[in-house]
């Protein structure tokens, strides 16, 4: 098989042992003869799997029994409107640090009143603004806590005064989080913790119902985590088999040691790279540097030296480098270095960066 280092954005790299087990699993799930793409959802040893998935999400990231937590279709854009369609009676606030935020700030305006508290807008994104004031008259504040297009990310938990909502698609199990501090965090599995296709969604469940307005079945966070059920998110057909790799990757993320442990692989990946950034003078970092992602790395070619991006991107694909082209709104190079991203890979990026830099002397 083809050598390749997998940089991309989403769907992201995922672990070895997590493919071999889908693979498996395909052609025969839990002994049943069956194969997992063909199982009944209703089948014994598939609720045994949905309830692991969730006991797994509560063991890595402590979630504690006041919440709910359900895995969806539709993706973290479908989030953007359900958040709203449940959560906003009158009036919520958002910051503004991406497009993916300034994106979940537009559906949330067909529910309500939606202030924009600050934007980084200005600069690319290229921060995370500080210093603003979360207004205390609205039913909930609305962030995004890593912005995967322009590498920056809310590092720590904030405090706020009123519900907290945040989308966590791409730095979800990079971190311990204080989930206690949040009254809702989604995201789509394809940047950290599975294949694309499924969707996770922690709410508390004490904020559901507070909404005036009639929601479709399917839009109501209630639908999927019925009270006294045994099985949840089985009100319709869940998304088995993302949700079968998604439970092999959080089992693998267990057994690494969880969150804790990831976290400081991933510091060390992230401070690697940005140190090769920083110190190579063919290459400067794009993000501000406090608030700096360890899951997306970015940066452009230094100032004078815009000419050769197209010939580090072709060196760097002859050595297996793949998904590092930057988004097309920063330009220049972005790394994902998501959990199941191997230590290895990032090793090898960076001394593809020092052989380019021998070149060009
Ligand atoms: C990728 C991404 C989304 C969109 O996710 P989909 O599952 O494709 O809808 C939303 N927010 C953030 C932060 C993302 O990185």
């Not at 300034?102 to 980084?120: D, L, R, Y």
């Not at 694309?196 to 009639?214: N, P, Q, Y």
């Not at 593809?352 to 021998?358: A, D, G, L, S, Y």
Request: hydrophobic share 40%; proline share 5%; aromatic share 10%.
């Amino acid at each position: 098989m083809k050598k390749a280092y997998n940089f991309n954005a989403g769907p992201c790299v995922l672990p070895k042992e997590a493919i071999e087990s889908a693979i498996a699993a395909i052609r025969d799930f839990d002994n049943t003869g069956i194969g997992i793409l063909e199982i009944s959802h209703r089948t014994p040893g598939w609720e045994r799997i949905m309830a692991e998935t969730e006991q797994l999400w509560r063991d890595l990231l402590n979630i504690p029994e006041d919440y709910a937590i359900m895995f969806l279709g539709g993706g973290a854009s479908t989030q953007f409107f359900t958040v709203a369609a449940n959560l906003l009676n009158k009036k919520a606030a958002y910051l503004q640090t991406g497009v993916w935020a300034k994106k979940a700030a537009k559906e949330a305006k067909n529910f309500g009143e939606v202030t924009i508290v600050a934007s980084s807008e200005d600069k690319t994104y290229s921060y995370i603004p500080k210093g603003y004031t979360i207004p205390t008259d609205v039913d909930y504040f609305h962030i995004t806590t890593n912005n995967t297009i322009y590498g920056t990310e809310i590092k720590e938990d904030i405090d706020c005064p009123v519900t907290l909502v945040a989308d966590m698609s791409s730095d979800i199990m990079s971190r311990p989080v204080d989930v206690k501090k949040y009254g809702m965090i989604y995201g789509g599995a394809q940047k950290n913790v599975g294949p694309a296709g499924v969707t996770f969604v922690i709410v508390r469940k004490d904020i559901l119902g507070k909404v005036e307005r009639v929601l479709p079945t399917m839009v109501d966070y209630r639908t999927h985590y019925p009270e006294e059920a045994k099985n949840h998110s089985m009100f319709n057909t869940p998304p088995v088999f993302p949700i079968f790799v998604m439970h092999e990757t959080l089992t693998w993320l267990k057994k690494l040691g969880g969150v804790e442990a990831i976290n400081k692989i991933n510091k060390q990946k992230a401070g690697l790279l940005y140190d090769e950034i920083d110190r190579n003078p063919l290459f400067v970092g794009t993000a501000a540097k406090e608030d700096r992602s360890i899951m997306n790395v970015c940066w452009v070619m230094a100032p004078g030296k815009e000419a050769l991006q197209d010939e580090f991107m072709a060196f760097a694909k002859e050595r297996g480098m793949v998904g590092i082209k930057g988004h097309r709104s920063v330009g220049g190079f972005r790394a994902s270095l998501y959990n199941a991203c191997p230590i290895e890979a990032v090793e090898a990026l960076v001394a593809t960066m020092k052989e380019f830099e021998q070149l060009h002397k």
